[in-house]
C-alpha cells in the first residue's frame, strides 16, 4: 500500500547535524580569516562558548577531527603542524558564495547570453518558421512538418515536401569574456569597516556562476594595489588588504592584456573598488597622492578608459563609497568609457554584478 508514514515532531530534526552547523560558520570565518584555519577555529571556540553550538556528545575536538576526516582541511607540512584548507573546502566556501549571493542556480552546458539575432542559434524557442535551405534538421518540428503533409497532401496520399516543413526558431548564445578588478589598498578596510571580504565573496559567487552555467565564457581575476597582478580563482578565499595606494592604471593595463588573449568577441572589465586612482608606476618607482584628485593620475586613468571605449571592452564600475568627489570621478571614468557605475552597499554588491553579468547581453560580432 503506497501512503506516508507520520511520526512525532522533534524540534531541531531536518535541520542539519551539529557537524553541519559548525561547518557553515566555519566557512565564513574562513572568508574573513583569509583562509587561516587556526584564527578560524579560535573565532568558532568563542562562539561555542557564547552560543553553546556543541554539547555533550559531540564537542569542538569532534569537529576538527571530522574537518580532517571528512577532508576539509590537511597539514600541507606534516611534522611541523598547522592546517590549510583542501581543494574540497575551496570549491565548498566557493559554492557557499553562489548561494548565498545568487540563489540556487543549476549547472547548465552551454553559454546563456542571448542575443537579438534568431537563425541557426544554440537555444530552441517556441517560435516556428518555415525550413529554409541551408537549415539542419536538428531543428526540425517533426508535429508540426507531419500535421503540415496531412492538410496540404491528404491522409491518403502521404507526401512530405519542403513546403511542409517547418523547424524551431533559434537564438545564438554569445561567449562573453570577464575580467574582474578588485582593488586591495589600505582603503578597503579603513575607517573600521571591512569592504574586501564582501568583494571576495562575490568574487567567489561569480567565479562559480561561470564555471557552472556558463562554461563557455572565461572569467580573469586580478587585484590591484600599487601594481596589478593575476591570481586565481583558488586564492581568493585568501585574499588579503596589503598597505597599498590605489594604481587603477596598473589593474587596466593588466586587464586588457588579458582580455587581447580572448578569442571572444564580446569582452568586459567588472572593477570593484572604493576610491579614487592614487598611484602610478614610472619604471621602477611610484608617484603616489593620496590627498584630492591628482591630474596627472586621473587623466591617465581616464585615457585608458577612452581606450577600451575605442576597443569596445566596457567597463561596469561597482564603486562601495558614496562620497562626493569620488562619484564626480566615476562618473567623469564612466563617460570616458561609455560604460555603467553602481554606488552599491556592501549588501547589496552581489546582487548588482549577478544583475549586469546576466543583462549585459552583447551581440555577435
Not at 355 to 363: F, H, L
Request: net charge neutral; charged share 30%; hydrophobic share 35%.
Amino acid at each position: 500500500m503506497i501512503g506516508w508514514r507520520f511520526g512525532e515532531y522533534k524540534p531541531g530534526e531536518g535541520e542539519g547535524s551539529t557537524f553541519d552547523k559548525l561547518l557553515k560558520l566555519f566557512k565564513e570565518l574562513l572568508v574573513h580569516t583569509s583562509g587561516d584555519v587556526s584564527e578560524a577555529l579560535s573565532w568558532l571556540n568563542e562562539l561555542d562558548k557564547q552560543y553553546k553550538l556543541t554539547n555533550d556528545d559531540y564537542g569542538m575536538g569532534d569537529f576538527i577531527q571530522d574537518l580532517i576526516d571528512k577532508g576539509y582541511i590537511a597539514n600541507p607540512n606534516p611534522g611541523e603542524g598547522g592546517y590549510a584548507p583542501t581543494k574540497k573546502m575551496e570549491i565548498e566556501i566557493r559554492q557557499k558564495a553562489l548561494e548565498d549571493i545568487f540563489g540556487q542556480l543549476k549547472k547548465s552546458k552551454r553559454g546563456g547570453h542571448s542575443t537579438n539575432f534568431s537563425g541557426r542559434g544554440d537555444e530552441r524557442t517556441s517560435e516556428l518558421r518555415p525550413f529554409e535551405f541551408g537549415d539542419t534538421l536538428d531543428n526540425l518540428a517533426i508535429t508540426e512538418s507531419m500535421k503540415n503533409s496531412q492538410i496540404n497532401h491528404g491522409i491518403e496520399d502521404f507526401r512530405l515536401t519542403q513546403g511542409d516543413l517547418e523547424v524551431h526558431e533559434t537564438q545564438y548564445q554569445s561567449q562573453m569574456s570577464t575580467v574582474l578588478m578588485i582593488d586591495i589598498s589600505h582603503s578597503m578596510i579603513l575607517y573600521g569597516e571591512d569592504r574586501i571580504t564582501p568583494a571576495k565573496k562575490v568574487a567567489m559567487a561569480l567565479a562559480e556562476l561561470i564555471t557552472t552555467r556558463y562554461p563557455k565564457d572565461t572569467l580573469d581575476i586580478l587585484v590591484f594595489g600599487n601594481d596589478a597582478w593575476q591570481i586565481e580563482i583558488k586564492d581568493l578565499p585568501y585574499l588579503q588588504v596589503g598597505p597599498y595606494h590605489t594604481n587603477t592604471v596598473a589593474g587596466l593595463e593588466l586587464a586588457m592584456d588579458l582580455l587581447r588573449r580572448r578569442r571572444n568577441p564580446n569582452k568586459q572589465i567588472f572593477m570593484i573598488t572604493d576610491g579614487k586612482p592614487t598611484c602610478l608606476k614610472r619604471g621602477k618607482k611610484y608617484y603616489k597622492n593620496s590627498f584630492g584628485l591628482d591630474r596627472k593620475i586621473v587623466n591617465r586613468t581616464l585615457n585608458l578608459a577612452q581606450r577600451c571605449r575605442k576597443l569596445d571592452v566596457p567597463i561596469t564600475t561597482f564603486m562601495i563609497a558614496r562620497d562626493p568627489y569620488l562619484v564626480n570621478f566615476v562618473d567623469q571614468f564612466t563617460k570616458a568609457n561609455n560604460g555603467k557605475a553602481f554606488y552599491s552597499s556592501l549588501e547589496g554588491l552581489g546582487e548588482f554584478i549577478f544583475m549586469d553579468y546576466k543583462n549585459n547581453k552583447r551581440k555577435r560580432h
